[in-house]
């Protein structure tokens, strides 16, 4: 049953440190998704690659915040450094080409 | 004003109900439609996609697109305790960029026994 992973999947940290969130797609997936979801914003798309380039990170802060694909089986998404804000639940997202997606369990990180 | 528009709810029903969950949208550029549920404490799943307007079925689900009033539909039949989840519609412009697409904030649904 194949299925997408994150890493950890709970993190309580401090204001200032940095964050590792991480990633492994659907073998076989060459689209992969960083998305943010908090009661207050709903789900936001934070980051996308394709064939592991990036495509688009427009949602990101990018003064903080980096993503990257160093090989296809891992994604990883990057905070330094944290902030109280930036506590959410960060979901990967893998899929093939075209309709729909499929959703890891999602990290959820505590800046406190 | 956002892009995708969905009532947050909560939704309560008795088992058995029909439930209907809705979305409307601004960008009349959407051409694919897709309706996701999510338990608590868990990512979420797709559940359909469908393509412009008109109507798909599966099993107790049917979605339901109508392009002219920019507005979407997912109806539950015989709805169950285990639909108990949140529904997130999502709205994206071609296909193969499907995964990019613009969600709705979510309708959470209790069906009660």
């Known amino acids: 049953d194949a299925r997408v992973t994150q890493t950890p999947r709970h993190k309580v940290t401090e204001m200032g440190q940095e964050v590792t969130m991480r990633c492994q797609p659907i073998?076989?997936?060459?689209?992969v998704f960083w998305y943010r979801q908090t009661m207050m914003q709903g789900l936001e798309l934070l980051a996308y690659f394709r064939n592991r380039a990036p495509l688009d990170d427009s949602g990101m802060p990018k003064d903080r915040f980096s993503a990257e694909m160093p090989d296809a089986t891992l994604a990883t998404l990057k905070i330094q450094p944290s902030e109280p804000r930036d506590s959410a639940v960060y979901f990967c997202?893998?899929?093939?080409?075209?309709?729909?997606?499929?959703f890891g369990p999602g990290t959820r990180l505590t800046v406190l | 004003q956002k892009e995708v528009e969905q009532d947050p709810g909560p939704l309560s029903v008795p088992e058995g109900a029909i439930v209907s969950l809705n979305c409307t949208y601004s960008?009349?550029?959407?051409?694919?439609f897709m309706w996701y549920r999510q338990y608590s404490r868990k990512g979420p799943e797709l559940l359909m996609y469908?393509?412009?307007?008109g109507n798909k079925e599966d099993g107790r689900f049917t979605a339901q697109v109508d392009k002219s009033s920019k507005y979407i539909s997912l109806f539950i039949r015989d709805s169950q305790p285990s639909d108990s989840a949140t529904y997130l519609c999502?709205?994206?412009?071609?296909?193969?960029?499907?995964?990019?697409?613009?969600f709705g904030d979510g309708t959470t649904l209790t069906v009660k026994p």
């Open positions: 997202a893998s899929g093939p080409i075209g309709l729909g997606v499929f």
């Open positions: 469908t393509y412009s307007s």
């Open positions: 073998l076989g997936h060459n689209t």
């Open positions: 999502a709205m994206s412009l071609i296909n193969t960029n499907a995964g990019k697409s613009t």
């Open positions: 960008n009349s550029a959407f051409q694919y």
